[in-house]
């Protein structure tokens, strides 16, 4: 691995390189799951409405004009357009799913049945399609018709009310994580099912509820409720099941974040704050203990932290071998030592804006590493390319324009 950014590669390189992934889903949590396959090799065609493009091109911050979430939600995928309402756009919709391995969808649940589009007409064309259909509240119950979206994930799967200031309303975060954690959890089923695929010969159904993935990040909560009748309380930056763990101002006001979930951690932190007798206190032995006296020990830490700047802080912590970490924005980040030597932020040279940022895959593999061949591309931008591929004439497309069905 260098130390600097990586640059795209040659597409072949991909894990997934192969694999034909349509991604007709809008917003974050499918897109993301098709962007993730994208970036390790997969050939993602991106289908859209005609006139009615996916939102995130909308969201966030532009540059001249240009979206810059839509830049990584949408890179290496290729853009088609498509009105799967009509009958020019079913027609579309079933050729490429014909050649696909994998489609993604978003709708309600019922819409690509009332469209002739639903896996039992998809899979008759093609028995070893995958479909990931990803909803807000999953194909079947009471709440399958709503419309769904991360933050009601985040207020339904207890996220929400277990996040905030004790004294303070539930809070919400202030990034898509719901649908972020959907979008690994049905990539991950994804492959799962393509692994499936191997051994019976024909494709499945994945059905990713947006409530469901982030319920199973949040720990033993239902396991708790149902032995003990209890639920996490919120607790600020601290936790129920250790201390010191906080966040903590330093003399030049930064901010550092310490945690103690080892008891050995907990025990060098106290050493190297000068407070060695709180180790011996019987309670210290215990995280749920420790925790119980976080207003001691928040002091103790928080109190020797104030006194100095914030690269005397990590220094200190790291010659102590105890676990601290500086409160990065986005200019941290790039900037950060490790992150470069793990090649995590990549510099990919945009068509529209030039040479920009963006954060990389998810992981390094020894062989095939994943790889950002092209970032978001303009609406529609490849629909004469892939049609062509699929086996429709110039005159065919002209008259799929003409009818607005592409």
Known sequence: MTDGPRVSRDPAAGALAGLRVVDASTLFAGPMAAMHLGDLGADVVKVEHPTKPDPSRTHGAAKDGVNLWWKTLGRNKRTVTANLGSEGGREVFLALAAEADVVVENFRPGTLERWGLGYDELSAHNPRLVLARVSGFGQVGPYRTRPGFGTLAEAMSGFAAMTGEPDGPPTLPPFGLADGVASLATAFAVMV??????????????????????????????????????????????????????????????????????????????????????????????????????????????????QRTRDEVVAAFEEAQA??????????????????????????????????????????????DGVIRFTGRPHGADTDEVLHELGFDPERVAELRAEGAV
């Open 193 to 306: 099912a393509l692994s499936t695929r191997e051994r019976t010969g024909h494709g499945q159904v994945v059905d990713t509820a947006i409530i469901e993935p982030i319920l199973a990040m949040l720990g033993p909560q239902i396991t708790r409720w149902d032995q003990l009748r209890t639920v996490q309380p919120r607790t600020g930056n601290r936790s129920a099941n250790n201390a010191p763990r906080n966040t903590y101002r330093t003399r030049d006001g930064q901010w550092v974040a310490v945690s103690t979930s080892a008891q050995s951690i907990a025990e060098r932190v106290l050493r190297l704050v000068g407070r060695p007798e709180i180790v011996d206190e019987p309670w210290f032995a215990s995280g749920v203990e420790r925790a119980q006296h976080a207003d001691l020990l928040d002091d103790a830490v928080g109190g020797w932290i104030a």
């Open 323 to 368: 676990a601290v970490a500086p409160i990065y924005d986005a200019q941290d980040i790039v900037d950060d030592p490790q992150f470069r030597a793990l090649g995590t932020i990549h510099e990919i040279d945009d068509p529209e804006l030039g040479p920009m940022l963006m954060q990389g895959p998810l992981f390094r593999m020894s062989d095939n």
